[in-house]
């Protein structure tokens, strides 16, 4: 396939109709939160942008981030992600092994100099030389060093990748870090997550695609498209939090009438991420609508802070205050324009997680 | 426990935003009417129990058209009993609802016909006219 050619041109090719395209960009309008009427505008610059060259790097990681972007294989919407790019390199998916697969990325990234995408999940061992994670020969240290020089931007999917996840967890066997402490002089985009979310990492690089420029990110890197709001602001139990209902345990009567996690160690106040909104499994569920407190895996060091379930505020001092406060405060009626207007940007949040 | 000392449960909340979205888009047909802008509201994006989402779809009632999709999965489309005012559905995989949002414009673009797609089935079209056209080659037609 032309590498010329425009995604416009490929799907009318495959016979895919403008149609598809127009309902494809109006859902990336809608999981990215850009309004709704500039799809049309985006089809347009979809249709007349070339597909992106993308060079996927696995580390140190469990292949859940690239389980959670293949999901979806019946030829929906959710799967046209990838007409837009071309996957060059992923060893995981691609088909072939051995020096084939390493020369198909040397290729990519000569044709593609300066132009191609490195997506990376993992962290990156540094301990002695970064020997505990290797492959053809080469140290993941060197392999990203080597592969980011010629790169447009980085994509760190993951936490393990963007801050460490896992790996990085106490004692740290391995050295392991994030891509951003090894790569400095690139744009790094980071899409955090265990996994993150296939919606934010196919927008991410879908809006890479159609207005060939990064997104807007907050202070730790991430795009506020997804990550703008905490997953309390747009928890569907919020106004259970307002009105000051709380499950105290698994199970109690609170907990089985569906109210706020809060009180079980729910890390959705401190959590900035999408799972509220665009939710898992083709948008079955997500980890509060099925009775558990969100772990905050998308934030840094979530593996170290403190206990899954211990409320917030014994994690942030044991100060009771902040639940009878929030009990007292709350109470409106409207509470879902309310918590609209609430509606928070990452610039805003006073905690920065590590 | 709510005032009436029933307890809450899932998606039961009535929250006013139903009549909230219906203020933005009376609003909005006004100035579609007086010839302004189309205006689209994501409902995706906005927190709505399932009870005020039915709501919403109560209020704004079916009109004269409605529409079913095939293209990329299903879409539904139904202009609601406010002329101009179109609610459209799409799904993903399954049957679940990728997005779906209210347009407030004369005609949902997703409707048209794109000019590139018109152009690639008018040179389709003129193939297939000419392969039926074309004469049965003599050595074919001889031993028929």
Redesign the interface.
């Given at each position: 396939m032309s590498e010329q050619e425009t995604i416009?041109e490929l799907l009318?090719k495959r016979g895919?109709?403008?149609?598809?395209l127009?309902?494809?960009a109006?859902?990336l309008?809608?999981?990215m939160?850009l309004?709704?009427?500039s799809?049309?505008a985006m089809a347009q610059a979809l249709?007349n942008a070339r597909r992106q060259s993308v060079i996927w790097l696995s580390f140190q990681e469990c292949t859940g981030c690239t389980e959670s972007l293949t999901r979806?294989f019946?030829?929906?919407?959710?799967d046209?992600i990838f007409d837009l790019i071309s996957l060059d390199y992923h060893e995981t998916l691609q088909a072939v092994s051995g020096y084939a697969a390493e020369e198909a990325r040397m290729q990519a990234m000569k044709e593609n100099k300066g132009k191609y995408v490195v997506v990376v999940d993992g962290s990156v061992s540094t301990k002695d030389g970064g020997v505990y994670s290797a492959n053809a020969g080469k140290t993941n240290l060197e392999t990203l060093q080597e592969t980011a020089k010629d790169a447009l931007a980085l994509i760190s999917v993951g936490t393990c990748a963007a801050f460490g996840g896992i790996p990085h967890a106490k004692p740290n066997p391995t050295g392991a870090v994030p891509v951003s402490d090894i790569i400095t002089d690139k744009p790094i985009i980071n899409i955090p997550g265990c996994p993150p979310i296939a919606e934010a990492i196919a927008g991410t690089v879908a809006y890479l695609v159609t207005f060939g420029k990064i997104p807007e990110l907050d202070h730790l890197g991430r795009p506020k498209a997804f990550f703008g709001d905490t997953i309390h602001d747009?928890?569907?139990r919020?106004?259970?939090y307002d009105?000051g209902?709380f499950a105290k345990s698994f199970d109690d009567?609170g907990a089985r009438?569906?109210w706020c996690l809060y009180e079980v160690g729910c890390k959705g106040p401190v959590t900035y991420n999408a799972c509220?909104?665009l939710k898992w499994n083709?948008?079955?569920s997500f980890p509060i609508q099925s009775g558990h407190g969100c772990l905050g895996c998308s934030e840094p060091d979530f593996w170290d802070r403190g206990g899954f379930y211990k409320p917030l505020s014994s994690w942030t001092g044991g100060n009771a205050a902040i639940i009878g406060g929030a009990a007292a405060a709350g109470a409106v009626?409207?509470?879902?324009?309310a918590?609209?207007a609430r509606r928070r940007k990452a610039s805003a949040s006073g905690e920065k997680g590590s | 426990m709510t005032a009436d000392g029933a307890t809450p449960t899932l998606y039961d909340i009535s929250t006013g935003m139903a009549m909230s979205l219906m203020q933005e888009i009376a609003e909005r047909l006004g100035i579609l009417a007086e010839g302004g802008e189309p205006h689209a509201i994501d409902l995706l994006g906005i927190p709505m129990s399932k009870r005020d989402r039915d709501e919403l779809e109560a209020m704004l009632g079916r009109g004269e058209v409605e529409v079913t999709l095939d293209v990329a999965g299903a879409s539904r489309l139904w202009e609601t009993q406010y002329s101009g005012v179109w609610w459209i559905r799409h799904f993903g995989e399954g049957e679940r609802v990728a997005s779906e949002r209210i347009e407030i414009v004369p005609v949902p673009e997703i409707l048209s016909a794109h000019r590139l797609d018109m152009a690639a089935a008018a040179r389709r079209l003129s193939d297939e006219l000419a392969q039926a056209n074309e004469p049965i080659p003599q050595e074919e037609s001889a031993h028929v």
């Open positions: 416009g009318v895919i109709s403008r149609r598809a127009l309902k494809y109006g859902y309008a809608s999981v939160a309004p709704p009427t799809s049309t249709a979806s019946s030829p929906t919407i959710e046209m747009r928890c569907y919020r106004p259970f009105k209902l009567e009438n569906g509220a909104t083709g948008g079955v009626v409207g509470a879902a324009s918590l609209l | -």
